[in-house]
């Protein structure tokens, strides 16, 4: 199962700062133990759109072990 959460970064600053969150939009993909396994900021960086980069996460090698 996959969950997601947007959190509003001008009220939840100290947040920001605890994830290491610099730009809008960070997409943050974490397993089961909240041990991060990918993320991205503001626009895929190695596919062309959100969900081939979300997929490429999803199926990397440490999220093999989700």
Do not use: H
């Not at 939009?25 to 991060?36: A, G, L, Q, R, S």
């Amino acid at each position: 199962m996959l969950q997601a959460r947007v959190v509003d970064y001008d009220a939840y600053r100290d947040m920001a700062e605890e994830f290491n969150i610099r730009a809008i939009p960070t997409i943050i993909v974490y397993d089961k133990n909240w041990k991060e396994i990918g993320r991205f900021v503001e626009t895929p960086k190695k596919f062309g759109t959100v969900e081939e980069e979300l997929c490429a996460i999803l199926s990397s090698k440490e999220a093999a072990k989700i």
